[in-house]
C-alpha cells in the first residue's frame, strides 16, 4: 500500500506535464507573442530591405552633399552626451548615495525632475534665453554699454550636446546611484583596510562595480539622443532624424529617407554591441544581504556647501530655470493664444496617449505572461525581439510603418478592385492605425519592464495554489495575477502615456490630416521662432511628465 502509493507521488507530475487541457493554452499565447514581435519587426525589415531601392538620384546627391557631415554631426552629438552624461551622472549619484551635504535628500529625488523636460523644449527655451536677440545678451549689451560683448554661441555643437546632456543625464544618475547604494559598506570598508582612502577606494572599488549599471544609463540617454528629432532641428544642427525628415517631407523620396534609416539603424546597433562588449565580463554580487550606506562621508564646512552649489546649479540650470522662463512666456500670451484649438490639441494628445497606453500594455502583459508560462530559450527571444524597438529611433518606426501599410493598402485596393469592382481608397496609411503601430514598436519595452518586475516578485507556489483550485490560463491571469500586477500596470500605463504626448517624429510623420497635438503646435512654433506661442503647450507636457517622474523616484527610493 504505501509502496503504490509512493510510486502514485512519483507519476502526479508526470501526469500533470502532459496533460491537454495545458498545451494548447500555451501555444496559443506562445503564438501571440510571434505575433507581436513580428509587428515589431515588419517596419524594421521594410526599411532594411529598402536599402536597395531606386531612388530617383535623390540617394546619390545626399551621399555628395550631407552624409559626411551626417556622420560628423552624430559622431560628435554621441560623444559629447556620452561624455558629459557620465560626468554629471555618476558624480551627482556619489554625492547623493555615499556623502551627506546640506540639502542632499531633497537632490536625492530632485535631480531627477529634468526627464519631464522634452529635450526639445529645453531646446527651445534655452534658444530663448541665450540667443543675441535673447534677454540676457540684450541685458549685457545695455549694462556694459557695447555691442560687441562676447558670449559663447548657443546654436551651436556645444550648444546642443548642454541641451541634451542636462535632459538625459538623470538616465545614468538614477541607475548609479542605486548601484552606488546596494554596494554597501563592506566594499569601501575592504578598500580602506588595504590602504585606501575613501576618494581612492571610489576610483578603485565603487567606480568599477558600478560600471554595468553606468552603461546601462548611457545607453539609454544614447538611444533617446540617436532618437532625438526635435532639439537638433530647433538647433539647426543637422543629423540623420532630420535627414531623414527632410528626404521624405522635402524631397519626397520615401526610399532615400528609408535608406537614411537603414544607416542610422546601422550606428545604433554598433552602439548595442559596443555596449555588450563592455559589460561582458563585468558580473559583481553581493555576498549575504547588502548594506546601505549607513555612515555617509560627511562634507563639512565649505566641501559640504560646495556640494550643495554644484547640485543646486545642475537643477536649476536643467529644470528650475525652463519651468520659469515657459510660465512667464506662457503667461504672456495666455490670453491672446489660448483659444479652442488648444482643446483640440490636448483631447488629441490625451487620445493618443490613452489608446496606445492600453494598447501597449495589453501587448506586454501578454510578452510577460507568456513568458512566465512557458519560460524557455524561443520565448526569451521572441520577447526580446519584441521590445528591441526602443533602440530604433521613431523617424525609423515611421519610414517603416508607411511603407509597410501602404503596401498593404496598395494590395487591399487591387483585390477590392478586381473581386467587388470598388474602390476603396486608403484603410490603413495616413490613419491612427499607422501611429498606433509605429507607438507600439516604439514604447512596448517601456511598458514590458515595469509589469516584468512586478510578475517577477509573485511567487510560482501562488500559480501552484490557484491551479489546484482550477484556475488556468486566461482565469489564473484575470483571478490572480492582474490584481498583484496592479501597481506595475499602473507605472506601465503612465510612462507610455507621458512618452506618447512628448514623442514628436513619429505623430508628425504618420498623424492623419487634421490630428495636431501638442507635440506637433511646439514643433510647428519653434519652427518659425515663436518661443513664447510655444509655451503653453510646452507646460501642459511638463505638467504631464512630472507625475511618472515621482513614480519613478518613489520606486527607486523605496528599497533604500
Same mark, same amino acid.
Given at each position: 500500500?504505501?509502496?503504490?502509493?509512493?510510486?502514485?507521488?512519483?507519476?502526479?507530475?508526470?501526469?500533470?506535464?502532459?496533460?491537454?487541457?495545458?498545451?494548447?493554452?500555451?501555444?496559443?499565447?506562445?503564438?501571440?507573442?510571434?505575433?507581436?514581435?513580428?509587428?515589431?519587426?515588419?517596419?524594421?525589415?521594410?526599411?532594411?530591405?529598402?536599402?536597395?531601392?531606386?531612388?530617383?538620384?535623390?540617394?546619390?546627391?545626399?551621399?555628395?552633399?550631407?552624409?559626411?557631415?551626417?556622420?560628423?554631426?552624430?559622431?560628435?552629438?554621441?560623444?559629447?552626451?556620452?561624455?558629459?552624461?557620465?560626468?554629471?551622472?555618476?558624480?551627482?549619484?556619489?554625492?547623493?548615495?555615499?556623502?551627506?551635504?546640506?540639502?542632499?535628500?531633497?537632490?536625492?529625488?530632485?535631480?531627477?525632475?529634468?526627464?519631464?523636460?522634452?529635450?526639445?523644449?529645453?531646446?527651445?527655451?534655452?534658444?530663448?534665453?541665450?540667443?543675441?536677440?535673447?534677454?540676457?545678451?540684450?541685458?549685457?549689451?545695455?549694462?556694459?554699454?557695447?555691442?560687441?560683448?562676447?558670449?559663447?554661441?548657443?546654436?551651436?555643437?556645444?550648444?546642443?550636446?548642454?541641451?541634451?546632456?542636462?535632459?538625459?543625464?538623470?538616465?545614468?544618475?538614477?541607475?548609479?546611484?542605486?548601484?552606488?547604494?546596494?554596494?554597501?559598506?563592506?566594499?569601501?570598508?575592504?578598500?580602506?583596510?588595504?590602504?585606501?582612502?575613501?576618494?581612492?577606494?571610489?576610483?578603485?572599488?565603487?567606480?568599477?562595480?558600478?560600471?554595468?549599471?553606468?552603461?546601462?544609463?548611457?545607453?539609454?540617454?544614447?538611444?533617446?539622443?540617436?532618437?532625438?528629432?526635435?532639439?537638433?532641428?530647433?538647433?539647426?544642427?543637422?543629423?540623420?532624424?532630420?535627414?531623414?525628415?527632410?528626404?521624405?517631407?522635402?524631397?519626397?523620396?520615401?526610399?532615400?529617407?528609408?535608406?537614411? %534609416?537603414? &544607416?542610422?539603424?546601422?550606428?545604433?546597433?554598433?552602439?548595442? /554591441?559596443?555596449?555588450?562588449? !563592455?559589460? +561582458? #565580463? @563585468?558580473?559583481?554580487?553581493?555576498?549575504?544581504?547588502?548594506?546601505?550606506?549607513?555612515?555617509?562621508?560627511?562634507?563639512?564646512?565649505?566641501?559640504?556647501?560646495?556640494?550643495?552649489?554644484?547640485?543646486?546649479?545642475?537643477?536649476?540650470?536643467?529644470?528650475?530655470?525652463?519651468?520659469?522662463?515657459?510660465?512667464?512666456?506662457?503667461?504672456?500670451?495666455?490670453?491672446?493664444?489660448?483659444?479652442?484649438?488648444?482643446?483640440?490639441?490636448?483631447?488629441?494628445?490625451?487620445?493618443?496617449?490613452?489608446?496606445?497606453?492600453?494598447?501597449?500594455?495589453?501587448?506586454?502583459?501578454?510578452?510577460?505572461?507568456?513568458?512566465?508560462?512557458?519560460?524557455?530559450?524561443?520565448?526569451?527571444?521572441?520577447?526580446?525581439?519584441?521590445?528591441?524597438?526602443?533602440?530604433?529611433?521613431?523617424?525609423?518606426?515611421?519610414?517603416?510603418?508607411?511603407?509597410?501599410?501602404?503596401?498593404?493598402? %496598395?494590395? &487591399?485596393?487591387?483585390?477590392?478592385?478586381?473581386?467587388?469592382? /470598388?474602390?476603396?481608397?486608403? !484603410?490603413? +496609411? #495616413? @490613419?491612427?492605425?499607422?501611429?498606433?503601430?509605429?507607438?507600439?514598436?516604439?514604447?512596448?519595452?517601456?511598458?514590458?519592464?515595469?509589469?516584468?518586475?512586478?510578475?517577477?516578485?509573485?511567487?510560482?507556489?501562488?500559480?501552484?495554489?490557484?491551479?489546484?483550485?482550477?484556475?488556468?490560463?486566461?482565469?489564473?491571469?484575470?483571478?490572480?495575477?492582474?490584481?498583484?500586477?496592479?501597481?506595475?500596470?499602473?507605472?506601465?500605463?503612465?510612462?507610455?502615456?507621458?512618452?506618447?504626448?512628448?514623442?514628436?517624429?513619429?505623430?508628425?510623420?504618420?498623424?492623419?490630416?487634421?490630428?495636431?497635438?501638442?507635440?506637433?503646435?511646439?514643433?510647428?512654433?519653434?519652427?518659425?521662432?515663436?518661443?513664447?506661442?510655444?509655451?503653453?503647450?510646452?507646460?501642459?507636457?511638463?505638467?504631464?511628465?512630472?507625475?511618472?517622474?515621482?513614480?519613478?523616484?518613489?520606486?527607486?527610493?523605496?528599497?533604500?
Amino acid at each position: 500500500m504505501r509502496g503504490s502509493f509512493r510510486g502514485y507521488l512519483r507519476k502526479a507530475p508526470e501526469a500533470d506535464t502532459i496533460s491537454v487541457t495545458r498545451y494548447p493554452r500555451l501555444n496559443r499565447w506562445q503564438l501571440a507573442t510571434f505575433l507581436i514581435a513580428a509587428l515589431v519587426l515588419a517596419p524594421l525589415g521594410v526599411v532594411l530591405s529598402s536599402v536597395f531601392s531606386p531612388t530617383n538620384g535623390v540617394w546619390r546627391h545626399l551621399v555628395d552633399t550631407v552624409l559626411v557631415e551626417l556622420l560628423i554631426n552624430t559622431f560628435w552629438l554621441v560623444l559629447g552626451v556620452a561624455v558629459g552624461t557620465v560626468l554629471l551622472g555618476v558624480s551627482l549619484a556619489w554625492l547623493t548615495a555615499a556623502c551627506d551635504f546640506p540639502g542632499r535628500k531633497l537632490f536625492d529625488w530632485a535631480l531627477m525632475l529634468p526627464l519631464a523636460l522634452p529635450a526639445y523644449v529645453t531646446a527651445f527655451v534655452s534658444i530663448g534665453l541665450l540667443d543675441f536677440t535673447g534677454p540676457i545678451q540684450t541685458h549685457l549689451r545695455v549694462w556694459l554699454g557695447s555691442e560687441h560683448v562676447w558670449f559663447p554661441r548657443i546654436r551651436s555643437t556645444g550648444g546642443v550636446i548642454l541641451v541634451m546632456t542636462l535632459v538625459f543625464y538623470p538616465y545614468v544618475y538614477l541607475l548609479t546611484r542605486n548601484a552606488f547604494l546596494t554596494q554597501g559598506r563592506r566594499a569601501m570598508e575592504a578598500a580602506q583596510s588595504l590602504g585606501h582612502s575613501r576618494w581612492s577606494g571610489f576610483f578603485r572599488i565603487a567606480l568599477p562595480m558600478a560600471r554595468p549599471w553606468i552603461a546601462g544609463g548611457l545607453m539609454l540617454a544614447l538611444m533617446e539622443t540617436l532618437a532625438d528629432f526635435g532639439a537638433v532641428s530647433i538647433f539647426n544642427y543637422d543629423t540623420f532624424t532630420t535627414a531623414i525628415y527632410k528626404a521624405w517631407f522635402g524631397m519626397f523620396s520615401l526610399p532615400a529617407a528609408a535608406q537614411l %534609416s537603414s &544607416l542610422l539603424v546601422l550606428i545604433v546597433f554598433v552602439i548595442l /554591441l559596443l555596449e555588450q562588449q !563592455l559589460r +561582458s #565580463g @563585468t558580473r559583481y554580487l553581493q555576498v549575504g544581504k547588502g548594506s546601505v550606506y549607513s555612515e555617509r562621508v560627511v562634507l563639512k564646512g565649505s566641501r559640504g556647501w560646495l556640494a550643495f552649489a554644484y547640485a543646486a546649479l545642475v537643477l536649476v540650470v536643467a529644470f528650475l530655470i525652463p519651468v520659469a522662463q515657459l510660465s512667464v512666456w506662457s503667461y504672456n500670451v495666455l490670453n491672446q493664444d489660448l483659444d479652442r484649438r488648444y482643446l483640440a490639441f490636448l483631447s488629441h494628445s490625451l487620445f493618443l496617449g490613452g489608446i496606445a497606453a492600453l494598447l501597449t500594455c495589453g501587448c506586454a502583459l501578454i510578452l510577460v505572461y507568456a513568458n512566465r508560462l512557458r519560460d524557455n530559450l524561443l520565448t526569451r527571444i521572441t520577447v526580446r525581439i519584441a521590445t528591441l524597438g526602443y533602440a530604433l529611433p521613431g523617424t525609423v518606426l515611421a519610414v517603416g510603418v508607411f511603407i509597410l501599410l501602404s503596401w498593404l493598402d %496598395s494590395q &487591399l485596393k487591387t483585390w477590392a478592385s478586381v473581386l467587388f469592382s /470598388l474602390d476603396i481608397g486608403l !484603410l490603413l +496609411s #495616413g @490613419t491612427l492605425i499607422a501611429m498606433l503601430l509605429a507607438y507600439l514598436a516604439r514604447f512596448l519595452a517601456v511598458a514590458h519592464s515595469p509589469i516584468d518586475s512586478a510578475m517577477q516578485r509573485i511567487t510560482p507556489s501562488l500559480d501552484e495554489a490557484a491551479r489546484s483550485l482550477g484556475s488556468n490560463g486566461l482565469r489564473l491571469l484575470r483571478r490572480v495575477h492582474l490584481p498583484i500586477l496592479r501597481g506595475g500596470l499602473l507605472t506601465a500605463a503612465t510612462l507610455v502615456f507621458v512618452d506618447v504626448m512628448k514623442e514628436m517624429p513619429i505623430t508628425l510623420m504618420t498623424r492623419p490630416f487634421g490630428w495636431d497635438t501638442l507635440s506637433v503646435r511646439i514643433f510647428e512654433m519653434t519652427s518659425e521662432g515663436e518661443w513664447e506661442r510655444a509655451a503653453l503647450p510646452a507646460v501642459a507636457l511638463v505638467l504631464a511628465g512630472l507625475f511618472p517622474i515621482m513614480l519613478l523616484t518613489k520606486h527607486a527610493n523605496r528599497d533604500f
